[in-house]
């Protein structure tokens, strides 16, 4: 089909328009407030409102593609034929927070409009051609994002915001339970928006989401979150079967469902309308389901025509809501033909002249620079939280009769226990929640007695669905909390990466800091449980954490370093808005002794302000000269034993617990391996994109020039049983690799 679809569309409307002049009404309307079509509530003088925010939407579609086509534009996914999502802005209060599809121009500009935020078209125009001077994401992407307008930034994940949306729902309700004053900007009786298209409606993410909110509203639990599918029939090429969304949606348990036509405002608004109104009231979730139809394909490189008809095609451009939108304003006697024609006109010079001003804007001009939003760590300012004082009144009533540190040495989950509850004395605006954490106390008793001391509003059970586990900690976070979620076991984190790597990790940097989703991720974690279980509950995989920028990793081996490392990571997260994943070895939660039986040399007093432990330094064991054993979590346990053996021997072994796996303490290890001069790097992950091929690069990159190995566990999964030694790392092998640095 030939012609560039851009222009056609756009001469089309004038046409159209145009031949409307037969169908004026026999007076003008007057009455600006007066319903266009009673009883809808829609009235003149939004539906003006509305029109403005919908040409300008299709303008800036229109450029950007001229951007494009100048080589000085980068973003060409479209919001044409879903400017009907300009009435969803308009039936929401601009303080409501909004986690918007890429295709809501419209509602973007409405909201700005509604708010009397006078740069929406510009900021647009920097997003497509990556200006640095972008408000919100400062040229990294394009995004609709604001925060004077409430709208977090979110990049094209398929349906990955879907659980934060619920979760940041079920947080607001738990601030004002817990009657916390968080996130001021964001009103007490807000509610959550959350709009994508419809063949997201298939992906895992957003089943698990929409699941999630039904389940809890059918326990009768508050969770106000509107979500909007905008349904234009199509994932790209592959079309959404004809009935499936609301076949699916329509009429599930703990979802209120409300259908409108998203090709004509009345219905649109009125749909809108009562599905918000239905949210705040009730504090239930809702479906709003929009029709709405697409435009000049799925982006600027999609063409059409290989997989639609030219009927198809002139089919859908025909259903263009500006067309539906001018014959409603000028047969309502609101606008005249030419006032129609004037204000699109107005809006296409007006559009052109930003897009120029915007594409002479500097872009990002160094890696630097680009960076800069990444992680960014005050140590300072941590230090100074880790010595903020502890109520010694709300401690002892946590407590009860016996603090912590009047009782016996403990292993490491009994630290990890009493770090907990005194963050939760600590922290007011902490969260601890996860699969089991709550009544049970988790798998390993990890959690035990916390809900006792702290209440179900503060430590609670969740879905199985670690996607939503996530999702609660990210929406939590940017309300305002301090969420330690846990997943039950590192394997099961691998369905769920993508609300760390694509959601959690990148907030900050797509936002430049101006929004932030603090937490800290507990994973029961690495293998040596004897074999039980087999693979998903003896995982080393951990290469998928260590490649996401910014993320902080910590791998505690000991209780008193895990009391510590913990303390670090929520005190980073509530300064900095640091999202941390703090691995738990599973192996060591309730081991007691290092060499013999008996020796009790794994347990310790907790102490409850101990030594302050800042992100990326390792502890170092012993003074040996001969050997530097390098290595963590369980490493460290077999190291330590490894190295009295050696001592026999007369190799005398110096251990360093790197303690974080990201950052790595690159200064303490080259300052230990300078001193020792002979490296053997202990990692108990696979050899293939293990931590110890991040050590030996560390090493090399450092300028290292002594002897260095590593040995590791193999590249396979874990059986099931006693065969399991046969692909785990063991102190046998680290005794001989060991010997062979010094041959």
Known sequence: MSGDRAQIVDQAFITHVEGLRGLLPGARLTDLDAPLRPPARLTARLALELFEAQIYSRHLDLVARELRAQGRGYYTIGSSGHEGNAAVARALRPTDPAFLHYRSGAFFLARARQADYPHGVRAVLLGVTAAAEEPIAGGRHKVFGSR??????????????????????????????????LAAETPRDAI?????????????TAVGALNTAACLAYQRLPVPVLFVCEDNGLGISVPTPTGWVAAAYGHRPGLHYVAGDGLDLVSAFEAASAAA??????????????????????AGSDVEATYLTPEQIRHNEAQDPLLASA???????????????????????????????????????SAEEIMRPIAQHTPAAVAEELRRPVDAGARASFWGERLPEDEEPLPLAGHINRALGDLLVQVPELLVFGEDVGRKGGVYGVTRNLQKRAGVARVFDTLLDEQSILGMALGA???????????????????????????AATLQFFSQGQFRNPMVVRIAAYAYQKGFGGHFHNDNA?????????????????????????????????????????????????????????DGLWLSRYEPAGEVVPIGRARVWGEGKDLLLVSFANGLHMSLRVARRLADEGIQCRVLDLRWL??????????????????LVVDETRRSAGVSEG???????????????????????????PAANHVLLSEADIERAARALFD
């Open 148 to 181: 004077p307008l409430a709208i977090p930034p979110q990049t094209s994940t398929i349906a990955s915001h879907l659980p934060k949306a619920v979760g940041m729902a079920v947080a607001l309700e738990r601030r004002r339970r817990l009657r916390l004053d």
């Open 192 to 204: 959550i928006v959350c709009s994508f298209g419809d063949a997201s409606v298939n992906h895992s």
């Open 277 to 298: 109104e239905h949210v705040r009231r009730t504090r239930e979730p809702a479906f709003l389901h929009l029709r709405v139809v697409r435009l000049l394909g799925h």
């Open 327 to 365: 014959r409603l304003l000028v047969t309502s006697g609101v606008l005249t033909v030419d006032e129609v024609l004037g204000r699109y006109r107005a809006a296409r010079i007006e559009v052109a002249g930003a897009a120029e001003d915007a594409g002479r804007r500097p872009q990002l001009a």
């Open 477 to 503: 976070g940017q309300a305002g909390f301090v969420p330690v979620p846990e997943i039950q076991y590192l394997a099961y984190l691998h369905n769920a990466e993508d609300q760390l790597r694509g959601e």
């Open 542 to 598: 951990v290469a998928v954490l260590r490649d996401i920028p910014g993320l902080v990793i910590a791998s505690p081996a000991r209780g008193d370093d895990a009391a510590a490392l913990l303390r670090t990571c929520v005190a980073a997260a509530r300064v900095d808005g640091a999202v941390c994943v703090f691995l738990e070895p599973i192996a060591l939660y309730h081991t007691r002794d290092l060499h013999e039986n008996g």
């Open 662 to 679: 990201a950052p790595l303490p690159v200064e303490d290890l080259l300052r230990e391996a300078g001193e020792v001069g002979r490296v």
């Open 695 to 721: 050590v030996i690069a560390a090493l090399l990159d450092g300028g290292f020039s002594g002897r260095v190995r590593r040995v590791t566990s193999a590249d396979s999964f874990i059986p099931l049983g």
